[in-house]
Every structure is written in structure tokens, then in C-alpha cells.
């Protein structure tokens, strides 16, 4: 049975190479998963090293510098290293920016920071800053750049700005040290003594490089006792792996979650498997039929059959594996080259995981799919065999498929209604769990029932297909409705791979769409002003510079001052904003109500509900108003001035035109802050507001479906290829009919023609199906999650357009391409030859 095995495979090695494609997709995606989390945990781990480099022993503990300096006079330690840094503002004439601040190490193993230019601070005054900063700043080796420090003082609601000059005398690598990422510079030893001492902040611990040949024990125990006794004392290694441990947290979550998708392509890979090897064990039934006639046994038979999807599934999940890891080499390679401060490794980490898993997963996924098929194989006599039959068509058996089918259908969607009322009621997990429950097994009940609904939505298409058809092309259109139908369980299984990615797909679209209508629905009414800029120096320029940017419909400048409110709650500091243009202001805040002398609006944070607020000691009449920004109260001018507050800075609200993009109006407005902020350092004004909030939030929400839908996307195109594969097989087996009809009149156009129908028949059906079940399961699911929370009604449905009008592109497209090589095939062969008797 070997020489037959492999007879066959090379006898039918091109209609082979679809399923292999298939499983090759499915194996690479687990393969993709296993590398992508060992690369984040990969680089994790290299950026807790270059924080603290390569030290022999860490303590972690609080520590004064003078601890830091006592642990350097111990006996076999050779250098020591602070751990931690220092944050300051550095500021230009082109902007400022945060910066943390180490001092430089004694001992290049414990380097915070490596120096690509330049020298190390060694004297007050001196500084090195990072590669980007230096660039975004407009600085360079030698230039001299403005230090800011915010010191704050028991007896002051605000804090002392304190600005000095530090002359760059270096540069450093980007995302190096102990910032993990963030922007780290050096600093002379003294300067950051002063600023820690200002700060009032000590050191987290201290890293040490121990003298050649010294006692590690002996020198561990001596740590041990001049320091803390709740100290933490590991090695350099075990460090960085417990740093590293706190970031990739997230990594088992995201391993788990992308071979859950994973595991949903391999499901339609595995569909598409089976309905392959079920075609072409059918049209092995003559040839398998004499083999038995002339000795070979059931179980000979049916070994080949498995013998042949082991061979296959080993090569193409070997094949995945590669194409996985070599995907993920061109990937890294492009993320390193654009992240240069990042650590990523320079080669992917392959696991065995990576590679055993992906290749165990594919194997079992195709013997298992074409178990049926070499079940079928000696179903039938040898002798019945022999005698012609049509293939196509075979013969139809009676099925209990579709009543469990519908059975699990009713439980499911029971389950499902069952999970609204639940939910309704108060129990949020329990209906989210029901809810989950009744959509699984109603999905699996439209699977196993779909050969009772998908040959007849075939049909209806078809006819449809022909009735609006120009008259040229009706015939090909009913040929190709005609085939479609011809066989229903064929015709089924290549549906129902494309419907599960399909709905699938539209089902997290739905959910998308509904999250970001009830996000902005959300985020309007908790955030009334559409973006602010305050600062405490907000120059004439900044403010007509904001107002000129396009998409700004109206603005109001206002003054702000700390002050002290007092409620039925208590009392607290809030900013008491003094408008002077009421007018201007209603057109920004459109939900104020009318107000004047005497009364306050405030923000819920501040107000529960109407009341008397006192402001400073005056008694106002207080409004609530939802959306306002955070402990923010309104005065007008007057009022403001009874209070005796007096200004300590300024902020524009702004309101935006309708429709503009928010997400592009506020980085204009940043922008246009950025290029008039020329002046002393720490004066940027802070650009934040409702837009902005909702920008945030909605390109989370697109990163989100961005990501899944290209998750899923492996399955979908996975289903595609399996209405490649099932035309094509189709084709072989109406080889000769074809060619009937070619010599009764149909020409090579029309034969064309027929096949892309029939491709566009298969795929549409599953398309169709699939949308609707996805808005469906969609529009649940949001319901469960969101409605308790957010109030989403049962009519706030949103149908994702974009995404369906896509698939219904994608669908069509891909049935036309998957007709054009079983068209070629057929079209090349003369009707003559394709007669005759094989």
C-alpha cells in the first residue's frame, strides 16, 4: 500500500496542494503565536538587563546616598551603582521635554546608560541626554539647555520652579538604562544629590561588581548586614528575570487568545481537509473497488487513505512551521529597524513549542478530517463499485444531522434570550456566561443544520443570479446555479468554512461599531468641552495660533485660580475659571444653563446635585453641569472677583466644527502649541479635552478590531481556498459533461463564465450567511457586555457597512479567481478528448 499511497499522491499532488496551503496557514498562525509572545518575554528580559547591566549582586531596598556610598567601602566590592534616577523638565527655545536623570557609573558593567557620543557628566552643570531628545530639542554636544525643577514645600498648595543651566556634554543610546523605554540622560553625581534631596526621594537599591577573586558568599553576607534586613539581595540575572516578570504578565493572556483564533482557522482548515478528501476518495471508488477485487483488504484501503493525510499533513505543517518563523524573522527585522531604542532580539526565539506544537496541532487536525473519508472509501462493495456511477450526484441518505442541529439551535438561542433577561435583572456574569454558552452551542447547531438551509439559499441565489443575468449570459448563470446545487453536501461543507470566519469577522465588527456609538454617546455627555489648552504662561500667539487651526468652530479664553469650595461633602481645591465672555462660552459648553452674577456651574466631581457651593468663602448659587472638566468651577467675572481670586493661568476651551475628524483637530492644535512654544522652559501648555478622551479611546477600539479581524482573516482565507479546492474538483468530475456541452454549443466564454458563477455562488452563500449571523451574535454580545453599563438599548444596533461591503467584495472577487484555473483546464482539453472513455 506504500507504492499505491504514493501513486495516488502524485497522480493527484495539484489538487493536493490547496489543502496543504490550508493547513500550512493554520500551523504557521500557532507558530506565529508561540514566537510573538517568546519575543515580547525576549525583550522584556533585555530591557530589564540594560537597566541595571551586568551586575554581580543587586539589593533592592530604600536606601540614602549615604548607604550607597558605605556599601562601596566593604570588602571585595569593586564598584557600586545606584538604582534609580532623578525626573526633570529640559527645555530649549525649540520646547522641553521630561527627562529622567541617573548619575554615570564608576564601572562600565553598571552603565544606566550607554554613551554613543560625547562624554560622561563628571562636573555641576553637565549633562547628557538621550538621542531623541537631543534631535526633537534642536541641542548638540556643547549646547546649553535650561534644567526645571518643581519643588514643592509643606506650607504651599503650589509647587516652586526652580530653573538652572546644564551645558550637554553628551549623548546617549535611546531607550537605554533603567527608564525601560522612556527617554534617560546622566547627570553629575552632585546635581542629582541636590535634586534628590529637593525632592525628598531616595535610592530604590543599588547594583555592585564585585573585586576579581573575592568571596561571593562572603561579600553577600557582609551586604546583607549593612543593609536593611528587609533587603532583597539577588543576583544580576535573577533581577532582570523578576523585572522582566512584572511586563510580560499580559504574555500567557495574549499566547492564550491568539491560539484561540489559531485554533478557530485550524477548525475551518480542518473543514476544508475533509471535504477534499471525501471528493477525491469518490472519484478513487473504481480504482479503490479493484484493488479490494484483487486482494487488498478494508483496512489496506483505509490505511492508504490515512497514510496519505499523514504524509500531507506532516509536510504542510512543516511547511508552516518555516513559513511561521521566517515571517516572524521579517517582521522583527522591520520593528527593530523602525523601534532602534527598543532591545528586540535580533533573531526570533524559536521554542520547541514553537515548533513540536504547530506540527502535532496539523497532523491530528488532518487525520482526523479525513477519517470520513477513508471510512467512505470501503463503504461500498467492490463489485457495486465497479459499475458506473455518477459522482457527482451520489446518493442521498436520510440524516438525524439537521433535527440535532435545530435541536441545539432552539437550546441555544433559549440560552441566549435567557442570558438578556438574566442580564437585565441585575446578574451581569451569569447572563455573560449564558450568553456565551447559548452562542456557542447555536453556532454549532446552524453547522451541523446548515445542509438544510445553505442548497437552497444556493439555489435562490442562482435563480436570482440568472433572472438579472443580460440575456448572453443566462445559460452559464443556470449551468452554474444548476452545479451548485448538484451536490448538497459538498456544496454545504464549502459554505460552512467560509461562514464561520465570516460571521466571525462581522460579529467583532458589530461589536466595535456598537462599543464606539456608545463610547462617543458616553464620552459627550461626561466631557461637555471638545479639547482645552492651559498653561500657566498661554501666550497671545499660542491662543490665535489654536484658534486659527482648522476645524476650531468656536473658542473662549478664560482665567483660571486654585480655590477652595466648600459643599454639604466638604471641602476641597478645585480651578474656578473667571469667564468674562458668557456668550462665547455657551457657544463651547452648549449644555449650560442660563447663570450670571452669583451662581457657579461645577462639575460632578465637585457637585452632587443643585445646591449652595461656597467658593473662597462666598456663598454662590451652584449648578450642576455633567461634563465639565475634572473639579472645575465657572464664574463670571464678577463673581470670580467678589471670591478674591486672582489669576494664575489660562486655558482655551474649544468646540469643534460638526464632522470634523477630532483625532486630526487635536493634533493640529498640538501642533500649533508646539511651534509657538518658544519661550522659557516648563511654559508648554497641556492640550487635553473631550475629543481628545474620544480620539483615545476610538483608536484603541479600532487598534482592537484592527488586530482581531486580521486574526481571523487567516480563517476566512483559508475558507477561500477550500471553494478554490472544491471547483476544482468539481470540474474533474464534469470533465466529460462539460465537454458535452461544449459540443452541443457552449463555447470556451461561456464555459468561463459558468465556472466563476459557480465560484461566486459557493462563496456568496457562506458570505451571506456569515454577515448575518455575525450582526446577529454581534449585536448580543454587546448587549451583554455593554448594556448593563453603559444603557445600550435594543435598538442602537450598528450594522458595520464598511466591513460588509468589504466581505461581499472579497467573496465575489475570490469566487471569480477561484474559477480560473479549473477554467483553464477545462477549456484547453478538446471536447473530443475529454469524451472519450478513460
Known sequence: MWRLTWAQMRRTGGRLVAVGIAIALGTGFITAAFLGSSTLEATALATARAGVGDPDLVVQTSMTADQVDELATLSGVAAVQPIGFVGREIGTGQGSEYLLLAPPATDDRLAPAALTSGETPDAPGEIAVPGTTAQRLGVQVGDTVQVVSQIWTADSDEPTR??????????????????????????????????????????????????????????????????????????????????????????????????????????????????????????????????????????????????????????????????????????????????????????????????????????????????????????????????????????????????IGWTLVGLGVAGMAGALVVSAGGSFDLGLGLGVLGGIVSVVGLVVAAITYVPGLTRVLGRTAAAIAPARSRVPARLAAINAARNPGRTTSTATALLVGVALVVMMSTGAAMARSALDTELSEQFAVDV?????????????????????????????????????????????????????????????????????????????????????????????????????????????????????????????????????????????????TTGTAGATPVVAGGAVERAGYGQIVDTMLLVVVGLLAVAVIIALIGVANTLSLSVVERRRENALLRALGLTRRQLRATLAVEGVLLAGVGALVGIVLGVGYGWLGSMLLLGPTVGLGVGDLAVPWSTVLVIVAVAVVAGVLASVLPARGATRTSPVAALATE
Open 532 to 676: 482645552t489648552v492651559s498653561g500657566t504662561a498661554l501666550s497671545q500667539a499660542t491662543i490665535d495660533a489654536v484658534r486659527a487651526v482648522d476645524g476650531v468652530a468656536s473658542s473662549v479664553v478664560m482665567d483660571g485660580a486654585s480655590a477652595e469650595v466648600t459643599t454639604d461633602d466638604g471641602t476641597s481645591t478645585v480651578t474656578a475659571y473667571s469667564a468674562s465672555d458668557i456668550a462665547a462660552l455657551a457657544d463651547v459648553v452648549a449644555t449650560l444653563p442660563a447663570w450670571g452674577r452669583g451662581v457657579s456651574m461645577a462639575d460632578g466631581w465637585v457637585l452632587a446635585k443643585d445646591g449652595p457651593l461656597t467658593v473662597n468663602g462666598l456663598t454662590t448659587s451652584g449648578k450642576l453641569v455633567e461634563g465639565l472638566p475634572s473639579s472645575t468651577v465657572l464664574l463670571d467675572a464678577e463673581t470670580f472677583a467678589y471670591a478674591s481670586l486672582t489669576p494664575d493661568s489660562r486655558t482655551v476651551w474649544l468646540a469643534l466644527t460638526p464632522g470634523a475628524d477630532p483625532r486630526a483637530v487635536a493634533n493640529a492644535v498640538t501642533d500649533a502649541v508646539s511651534d509657538t
Open 162 to 403: 526652580e530653573v538652572s543651566d546644564a551645558v550637554v556634554v553628551g549623548i546617549t543610546a535611546d531607550g537605554s538604562g533603567l527608564g525601560f523605554g522612556l527617554p534617560l540622560g546622566l547627570a553629575d553625581p552632585t546635581d542629582v544629590a541636590a535634586w534628590q534631596a529637593a525632592d525628598g526621594s531616595t535610592w530604590s537599591g543599588a547594583t555592585l561588581v564585585l573585586a576579581d577573586g573575592a568571596d561571593a558568599a562572603a561579600v553577600r553576607d557582609a551586604v546583607a548586614g549593612s543593609v536593611d534586613p528587609g533587603a532583597t539581595l539577588q543576583t544580576g540575572e535573577e533581577y532582570a528575570r523578576q523585572v522582566a516578570s512584572s511586563f510580560t504578565d499580559g504574555v500567557d493572556v495574549f499566547r492564550s487568545l491568539v491560539l484561540a483564533f489559531a485554533g478557530v482557522a485550524m477548525a475551518v482548515a480542518g473543514i476544508v481537509i475533509a471535504n477534499t478528501f471525501t471528493v477525491l476518495v469518490a472519484q478513487r471508488t473504481r480504482t479503490l473497488a479493484l484493488l479490494r477485487c484483487v486482494g487488498a483488504t478494508a483496512s489496506q484501503v483505509r490505511a492508504s487513505v490515512r497514510l496519505e493525510a499523514l504524509v500531507l499533513g506532516v509536510v504542510a505543517s512543516i511547511a508552516g512551521v518555516i513559513g511561521g518563523i521566517a515571517l516572524g524573522q521579517v517582521v522583527l527585522t522591520i520593528l527593530g529597524r523602525a523601534n532602534a531604542g527598543v532591545p528586540l532580539p535580533a533573531v526570533v526565539p524559536v521554542s520547541v513549542a514553537a515548533v513540536v506544537v504547530p506540527i502535532v496541532a496539523g497532523v491530528l487536525v488532518t487525520l482526523l478530517a479525513a477519517g470520513g473519508a477513508a471510512r467512505l472509501a470501503t463503504r461500498v462493495a467492490p463489485l457495486a463499485a465497479l459499475r458506473p456511477v455518477d459522482l457527482a450526484s451520489g446518493a442521498r441518505r436520510r440524516s438525524v444531522r439537521p433535527a
